[in-house]
């Protein structure tokens, strides 16, 4: 138990550290606050050049509330409980496996080191969004894992910060059932990782821009602001219980299971959930929520 104990409180200071060289270093290019900040600034210049819906502001509804959730949620979260939690359970997951006589090495499928780097990084791509899309799917359909979801279903006005605008335990939920996945598949280094983390955050933020853009063809590979704002309406169609396009990064996977949703121009749809009326409307708030509140059904 010590050795959890130490584990834990030392990536509280090791991701200090690492976060106070993330503000000073500007040298490196895979800088994840600077990185995050970059791709944030063009997506909103992209916004406010391109608007969709042109009586939206430019500081739209809840603009500041999702501006903090997108550093809170991406920095200081690691910070509180993430990061400490991430290791300590990996390395109860290795002990657990050299009870057995298994080391990670053991039950990998293979080291992504051994193949050409571009293969590598498109088969950690395709495996953690396929993962990431099912998990979103539960976070749908089962009724205290929606209570934790509705924080970010209580956007009213879309716009690149809403991506980031989760409740604190999404995040663990979404790594739990990574973490496994992705272990069996070993060799990625930060700079590999980095890569994968701009291109999901971009199309993140263009998912919920206030853009009207659906990529062309490439909508049915890709997510898009023209699909994902049916995935935030209010009212679903009658034949779906759970709801929608359930994609993170990727549209194909809604499209080969049938979950893709766009029957007609989205632009000026009520968004939010059924009884969003009473739900809360500041930070704080909207962090107790799912302690609180009593379990829900996702949707009638």
Do not use: C
């Not at 200071?13 to 106070?20: A, E, H, Q, T, V």
């Not at 969004?129 to 934790?148: E, K």
């Amino acid at each position: 138990m010590d050795k959890y104990i130490d584990i834990f409180k030392k990536s509280y200071s090791d991701y200090w550290n690492y976060l106070k060289y993330e503000l000073i270093d500007l040298n490196h290019w895979d800088n994840f606050f600077y990185g995050l900040i970059i791709i944030s600034l063009l997506v909103w210049v992209l916004e406010i050049a391109f608007p969709w819906r042109k009586n939206q502001s430019i500081f739209r509804k809840d603009f500041w509330l999702d501006t903090f959730y997108m550093f809170f949620n991406f920095f200081l979260l690691n910070l509180i409980v993430l990061i400490a939690l991430s290791n300590t359970a990996s390395e109860l997951f290795n002990d657990v496996l050299s009870v057995v006589g298994l080391s990670l090495s053991d039950i990998q499928l293979f080291d992504v080191d051994d193949l050409p780097q571009w293969l590598g990084l498109l088969i950690f791509f395709l495996i953690s969004d396929f993962v990431q899309w099912n998990t979103h799917r539960l976070l749908h359909r089962v009724p205290w894992l929606w209570n934790f979801h509705k924080v970010h279903h209580s956007v009213k006005e879309m716009g690149f910060a809403a991506h980031l605008r989760y409740h604190w335990m999404e995040p663990v939920v979404y790594k739990s059932l990574l973490y496994i996945p992705i272990a069996l598949i070993g060799g990625f280094d930060a700079q590999d990782v980095a890569i994968v983390y701009f291109f999901t955050i971009a199309i993140g933020h263009l998912n919920h821009a206030n853009l009207g853009w659906d990529y062309g063809v490439l909508k049915y590979i890709f997510n898009n602001p023209k699909m994902h704002i049916w995935h935030h309406a209010k009212a679903l169609p009658k034949h779906v219980r759970y709801g929608v396009n359930y994609g993170l990064t990727l549209s194909l996977w809604d499209y080969l299971f049938k979950t893709a949703h766009v029957p007609h121009d989205g632009r000026d749809i009520e968004l939010g959930f059924e009884g969003d009326e009473t739900f809360p409307k500041d930070f704080l708030r909207q962090e107790a929520y799912p302690a609180f509140s009593r379990r829900q059904k996702p949707h009638k």
